[in-house]
């Protein structure tokens, strides 16, 4: 079995990889290794899939349509999974075009791809944000997701919707998974719990937004990956029973799903703090700030479909999670 994982010097991208290699499955993974965080820690997660049995590494940027199309013809991958995307909601507001670049444009490329060498499922990475200003909770797949409050939402309802027309016109069984706050070793610097630990363990003062009133549905990155691998093992084929009017935008006619993956359990921005100062064994100096444009106080995501189809769903309690972040996080940085 060939997988191509795209961005796989990624956070995502990485846990998946030592994943599936673990499994003796053979892995292709591909990344620019831009700048929008740190470049070494992407090459140190590199640096340990480099030397496993069954895993390439090609330096492609998914927006270089011919190079895209290259791999596609000198490759034949039995699944596909796009964790490649320029990530992040903040920095959508000062860097637009790079989201059209990698999400939009990029995403085509590898829509094209796949359809041409009749790749047996797309797996690809949405996001929590596309429920954007909803209100209702918990999150749920059926729900509508009409109102984005930031560019890298919209990109990822537009990833949706061009997955559907891909599974209507050419039969490419294709599934998002719209990830919940993904945490845990080797996870992101431009996230807020990777900024909290590093200020807190320097002394330095915290940004809490919202004034602390926020609620997230951390889900710790072995949780993300079990679902990943359960759910790329199993295309969807289609519910014929369902209408194409139907108002539940999670499920189709054609091979076509999407599945929330989260901890089915959102925790106050507060306690995520507190068990940070734990495990650290130091308090945090808070500098709290009102809400930032494109953000939003609470996700909470309803798993139950991903639970019915795949037998599972994430579980692992925030102080374990924060726990294995923290040490691994000590012993990357030696401090």
């Known amino acids: 079995m060939k997988v191509l994982v795209t961005g796989v010097a990624g956070f995502i991208g ?4 030592q994943r599936l290699l673990a ?19 992407k090459k140190a997660r590199l640096a340990q ?8 590494f090609l330096f492609i940027d998914l927006a270089d349509r011919d190079r895209m199309a290259e791999l596609f013809q000198e490759h034949k991958f039995d699944y596909v999974v796009n964790l ?4 992040g909601v903040r920095y959508s507001l000062e860097n637009p075009f790079a989201y ?11 829509l094209e791809g796949c359809r041409h060498s009749q790749v047996k499922h797309l797996v690809f990475a949405s996001s929590s944000s596309v429920y ?18 930031s560019l890298y939402a919209a990109t990822k309802k537009a990833n949706e919707l061009m997955a559907h027309v891909y599974s209507h016109l050419y039969h490419l069984p294709t599934t998002g998974l719209r990830f919940f706050t993904v945490y845990g070793p080797w ?24 004034f602390g009133k926020m609620k997230r549905d951390f889900t710790y990155i072995d949780d993300v990956i079990e679902g990943v691998v359960r759910v790329m093992h199993q295309p969807p084929k289609g519910n014929l029973n369902d209408s194409v009017n139907s108002s539940d935008g999670a499920t189709s006619t054609i091979p076509y799903k ?16 507190e068990a940070i100062e734990k495990f650290l064994g130091k308090t945090a100096q808070k500098n709290f700030l009102p809400m930032q444009p494109g953000d939003v106080p609470s996700t909470y995501a309803d798993v139950d479909d991903l639970m019915k189809d795949v037998g599972f769903k994430p579980a692992t309690p925030i102080e374990e999670g924060i726990h294995c972040f923290v040490q691994w996080y000590r012993a990357y940085y030696k401090n």
Not at 49 to 56: D, H, N, S, V
Not at 101 to 108: K, P, R, T, Y
Not at 187 to 210: L, Q, S, T
């Open 132 to 149: 954007g200003a909803n209100t209702k909770v918990p999150f749920s797949v059926s729900d509508r997701v009409d109102h984005p409050i």
């Open 258 to 273: 999407i599945y929330n993956i989260g901890n089915n359990n959102p925790v106050e921005l507060m306690t995520f703090i």
């Open 49 to 56: 899939l480099y030397p496993q049995a069954g895993f390439t």
């Open 187 to 210: 996870g992101r610097p431009d996230m807020a719990y990777f900024k909290f630990v590093k200020a807190i363990n320097e002394g330095k003062p915290i940004d809490v937004y919202n």
């Open 84 to 87: 490649a995307a320029q990530a």
């Open 100 to 110: 059209a670049d990698s999400n939009l444009s990029g995403f085509v490329n590898l």
């Open 14 to 17: 990485y846990h998946l990889a």
């Open 23 to 41: 499994e003796n499955i053979q892995v292709y993974g591909i990344d620019n290794l831009n700048e929008y965080y740190d470049v070494y820690l």
